[in-house]
């Protein structure tokens, strides 16, 4: 399984950009699909997730309202649109897909790791 994380890059505060997500190796259709994010000196906290078949979502409150999640399962692809940057956004974003079954918010329960794409948000 390979994930490929894709999209980030510097922004000034209150702008935007979208991150993707390409995976390969496997149906993800009983899986979910998450973003996390890791600054540097804490821990690596969850963003987003989407269940692939449903297209149910879930959102950490801290980016509720501003994020998006979403996939496309043709080109096997999951997004991470992200309006109204922070500077507080700052940090290196990570896709990873676990089974749907863990319904979970914590990086132990997905499987399987991209390797990161670095969003730096000035003010």
């Known amino acids: 399984v390979q994930l490929q994380a894709s999209g980030g890059g510097l922004v000034q505060a209150g702008g935007s950009l979208r991150l993707s997500c390409a995976a390969s190796g496997r149906t993800f259709s009983s899986y979910d699909m998450g973003w996390f994010r890791q600054a540097p000196g804490k821990e690596r906290e969850f963003v987003a997730r989407i269940a692939w078949r449903r297209g149910t979502t879930y959102y950490a409150d801290s980016v509720k309202g501003r994020f998006t999640i979403s996939r496309d399962t043709a080109k096997n692809t999951v997004y991470l649109q992200m309006n109204s940057l922070k500077p507080e956004d700052t940090a290196v974003y990570y896709c990873?897909?676990?089974?749907?079954?863990?319904?979970?918010?914590?990086?132990?329960?997905?499987?399987?790791w991209g390797q990161g794409t670095q969003v730096t948000v000035s003010s």
């Open positions: 990873a897909a676990g089974p749907s079954t863990r319904l979970s918010t914590l990086a132990a329960a997905y499987d399987y």
